[in-house]
């Protein structure tokens, strides 16, 4: 896909860190698969797989303040 930031390139598969933050809480998961701009470095990644990431946050456990975890693929 062209990039929608500097549309001066196709995207290429690669991995990115994905970083979410709710309620004072930061959850990074590193190695998260996406489309990545070589020009511009923009990230985008599958809806299927950013539901995922979002359904896993909301089991993260009260309390935690940051949590890190690498990407495990369904």
Known sequence: MKCIICKQAE???GTTTVMLNR???TWIVRNV???ICPNCGEDYVDEK???RLLEQIQMVETGTLVDI???VPA
């Open 23 to 25: 309620d004072g809480f």
């Open 11 to 13: 995207t290429q598969l």
């Open 33 to 35: 698969p996406a489309e």
């Open 69 to 71: 975890r690498e990407y």
């Open 49 to 51: 797989i950013a539901a």
